[in-house]
């Protein structure tokens, strides 16, 4: 708790990005009563922790990873001066360069400040009237850097589209209507965000999502009374995870959580041992 205001200003940096792996076990209305309290603005993954593959002895635990993507910090505390290191070697946040001709520096300097409509067009005239190949080549490259993000964000709100993933359709919309505003690819991207923030469709999707995260974390709480060197207990519990399951899946039938919930329902049908059938009578006179 101590660590999250200081988490909230290491998030603010440009270049630095911080994501928490949530590894603890509470109702959903605990976890959303601290992100409001302390008002968290970066990712809280949620029962992603163990999946991440990271070793923690103790918690909390803060790995630094640094610009060519290896761990370079694993601890509790002092991460601070690692992540100085690694931001010291990053003029321009996201830019993938540290370098450039000193005609796109501007240009540069405006995509490492997030200002890529202007990046845009400044590297966009450096590449229509210079006459230095290596400029030319930067300014190409900063111009590719942008429609490959543009390019990224519009696949990803369109494919969350698809599958009902509204939340994340509408991030990926609202940083494309701002971050890129005035660029022609991000034309859309507002009045595709309205629509949907104006579906009643869209927000009970989001509702429903938001229920079956409610039931995984409370049967999470559950199984923490369960001795699970107890195999008949363990079944127990599986047993009432699949039924809470296909309830859930029955109450929300054709939406994107119902269909989760079916996943989950496969994987917990595969994990309880079928009930044993009563032999068949013989009719009679047989």
Known sequence: MRQLPHMNELAAKPGVHVVTLYAQ??????????????????????????????????????????VDGKIVFSGRSEYDKAIETELAKVKYPGLGKATVHKEVEAAAKAFGEGKYAEAY??????????????????????????????????????????????????????????????????????????????????????????????????????????????????????????????AFAEKYKGTGAGDNANDLIKIFEGLVPPESKPEEKPAEGK
């Open 121 to 246: 067009k400044l590297a966009e005239t450096v590449y229509d009237n210079t006459e230095d190949e290596a400029a030319e080549e930067d300014a190409n490259y900063i111009m590719e850097r942008i429609d490959d993000r543009l390019g990224n964000l519009s696949v990803r709100a369109e494919t969350s589209e698809v599958m009902k993933n509204y939340r994340v359709a509408m991030r990926c919309w609202e940083e494309l209507a701002t971050k890129y505003k005035g660029l022609d690819d991000a034309e859309e991207a507002p009045e595709r965000l309205k629509k949907l923030v104006d579906s009643k469709e869209v927000q009970a999707e989001i509702a429903a999502r938001r229920e079956l995260l409610k039931l995984m974390l409370s049967l999470d709480v559950v199984f923490q009374d369960v001795d699970d060197t107890d195999a008949e207990k363990v079944t127990e519990f599986r047993k009432k995870c699949l039924a809470e399951y296909r």
């Open 25 to 66: 076990v509470h109702q959903l209305e605990e976890i959303e009563e601290i992100v409001t309290k302390h008002d968290i603005k970066y990712p809280l993954a949620m029962d992603s922790f163990w999946e991440a593959g990271y070793e923690a002895p103790v918690l909390p635990h803060v790995w630094v990873v640094g």
